[in-house]
């Protein structure tokens, strides 16, 4: 049992180790390990200014790390740009969405790496969009999600229809790990539902790993596989979500741990 | 039921811009039916008064072309007529020396005339190239708004141009070019100038509706950030938007000097407005990410068509500028109007 939870943790799908980064004077991650296994959907929680985002970033290759090692798949990688770190198979669904407003889906779920047509008219840019839209709507049918048409533009989709959009995107691209940043904070209740069963999904039907970053604490206990709480760059608790309470969790990311509640909480 | 509402919606929103091509097709149309019945003997609707207008609009629809890619990736250009100016001059000074002596080109004699056009024509075009590199650098790599960076490099061009020619229009450019281009015919019936606007307009056409660099162009107007996170160059893909609309700038400024036979340097003042209103009647927004090059088309003839229409009715040519603007105002009024309103259902 020991060694086969040893051969998941070489093969973890992210490792980053001592992650460091700054801004200026302030130092925004101070010396961060994370490891993200296969098929988990791992929650990274903090307050504010605790640097969850420049994380994310530095993953996604937004940002470059002052100091550390990411290793994916076992593999040693160094992001200059968003496209290296797609390449090497991690997908970003963004806070915002970065979305496409007036483009229709099939084309937001290709932007940036669209279906040419074969030949001639293809080496000189011409789109195959019905194949796009096409492929859009094979992967958004496997997320069992419904859109009222796939020429629609986005911009008139709902918030959690625009959400899904993102998501098909990067499930489409993805080989290894999504980085889901925020991905429930602009959603109402029953959008926030669909997000979460999305997400089980991708881990259940395409075998694939996500970072969960948020804020909301309930669906971290609901959706999540693992947690770590990140506190003044740094990760103070990493550990399965059946072991840890919503109490801890708040004391972890505060740094506010009054001993009679950990007392109560550990059975 | 939301299902049904958003796919209304969405149908509601794409058929947008189509009726705005739609009506303002139509009130091309009622234009020229009113001229056709108005004029008398029915002169306007002659093939070659029609003939005439494409001509007159040939120089506008290049430049609304070029406009439409940068409006609808959210940029402007103010100095497309400095940059007609300028590459007219160019075009036209290296067209005079090369084609032969002063003495013998001021008798309208031409040894080395297939000299002068070989190197005269691309001198012009280049020179537009250059100025939207100039402008792409301007707006794209120094990051001045591009409002003021355009604002500001049309003054500095087309100040050279009157610096350089003392502010009189360049003559001496050889006869030939306009009696075979400029006024020339292809198989005897269409306009060479009519010709080219019309393959520019559609490769422009083309490549903005179906290619992947129209796509983008839509995307990064639509949401930059969007298009820079999905891998865009979207700098590298701006900066091209300004050069390809510099180039043509070079092409109108050739098919001008070849239209009047002299380089005019106190013309094309309106024209980068004309070419802006051109594009917003057309129905493509200011805001960027939206646009249809067939609403341009329609959008460049309604002054051609108004001017034409004027002048055989004796009215006085000037009416075509208060009529460009009413029509203008009315067609950006109900596109705030439409976008303002949600659609409820």
């Not at chain 1, 959009?165 to 940043?181: E, F, N, P, Q, Y």
Request: with cysteine; aromatic share 6%.
């Amino acid at each position: 049992m020991s060694s086969s939870t040893a051969a998941m943790a070489k093969t973890a799908v992210l490792r980053v180790s001592d992650i460091r980064k700054s801004f200026g004077s302030v130092e925004a991650l101070r010396g961060v390990d994370l490891e993200i296994r296969p098929r988990e959907i791992h929650g990274l929680i903090g307050d504010n200014g605790a640097g969850k985002s420049t994380l994310v970033k530095i993953i996604a290759g937004a940002i470059q790390p002052d100091g550390g090692t990411i290793e994916v798949n076992g593999q040693r990688v160094s992001f200059a740009t968003p496209r290296d770190a797609e390449e090497a198979g991690i997908e970003t669904v963004y806070q915002d969405l970065a979305l496409t407003p007036t483009l229709d889906v099939g084309e937001n779920v290709f932007l940036g790496r669209e279906v040419l047509k074969s030949g001639l008219l293809g080496r000189v840019g011409f789109l195959d969009r019905p194949s796009m839209r096409e492929r859009a709507k094979a992967q958004l049918e496997t997320l069992g999600v419904d859109l009222p048409s796939l020429t629609c533009e986005v911009g008139a989709l709902s918030g959690g229809q625009r959400q899904a959009v993102a998501v098909a995107r990067a499930a489409i691209w993805g080989r290894s790990l999504l980085l889901m940043d925020e991905p429930t904070a602009a959603l109402g209740v029953a959008q926030t539902e669909f997000v979460l069963r999305l997400m089980q999904r991708f881990r259940d039907e395409q075998g694939l790993s996500i970072l969960f970053i948020t804020h909301n604490l309930p669906n971290v206990m609901r959706a999540v596989d693992r947690v770590t709480v990140l506190r003044l760059g740094q990760p103070v608790l990493t550990a399965p979500i059946g072991e840890v309470t919503e109490h801890q969790l708040i004391g972890e990311m505060t740094g506010v741990r009054s001993h009679s509640s950990s007392s109560r909480e550990t059975p | 039921m939301t299902s049904v509402a958003v796919r209304l919606r969405s149908i509601v929103r794409r058929q947008e811009q189509r009726y705005q091509s739609l009506w303002i097709g139509l009130i091309l149309l009622v234009i020229v039916v009113v001229f056709a019945i108005a004029t008398p003997s029915g002169t306007f609707l002659t093939f070659s008064n029609l003939r005439n207008v494409a001509v007159n609009a040939s120089e506008l629809l290049i430049l609304a072309a070029g406009m439409t890619f940068l409006l609808i990736a959210a940029g402007i250009d103010l100095s497309v007529g400095a940059i007609v100016v300028f590459a007219s001059v160019v075009a036209a000074k290296v067209m005079g020396t090369l084609a032969g002596s002063p003495d013998e080109v001021a008798k309208f004699i031409y040894p080395h005339l297939a000299l002068a056009l070989l190197i005269g024509i691309p001198a012009g075009i280049a020179v537009g190239l250059g100025w939207g590199i100039v402008n792409g650098t301007l707006a794209v790599t120094l990051k001045i708004p591009a409002f003021i960076a355009t604002l500001g490099s049309a003054g500095v061009i087309l100040g050279l141009a009157q610096v350089w020619t003392g502010g009189i229009n360049v003559q001496n450019v050889p006869l030939p070019l306009q009696k075979f281009f400029g006024l020339g015919l292809l198989a005897g019936v269409v306009p060479w100038p009519v010709v080219i606007a019309a393959v520019v307009t559609g490769l422009m056409w083309v490549v903005l509706a179906r290619t992947r660099f129209g796509m983008r162009t839509y995307a990064i107007g639509s949401n930059p950030e969007a298009a820079r996170r999905a891998g865009i160059d979207v700098s590298r893909h701006m900066f091209l938007v300004y050069v390809l609309v510099g180039l043509l700038c070079g092409l109108v400024g050739f098919i001008d000097v070849a239209r009047f036979n002299t380089a005019s340097v106190a013309g094309h003042t309106q024209d980068a407005l004309s070419a802006i209103a051109a594009v917003v009647i057309g129905g493509t927004s200011l805001f960027g990410g939206r646009g249809r090059m067939s609403g341009t088309v329609i959008g460049a003839f309604i002054p051609a068509v108004l001017q034409n229409g004027f002048v055989i009715m004796n009215v006085q040519a000037f009416w075509q500028n208060v009529a460009v603007g009413c029509v203008l105002l009315v067609a950006v009024y109900f596109d705030q109007f439409r976008r303002r309103t949600p659609v409820r259902l």
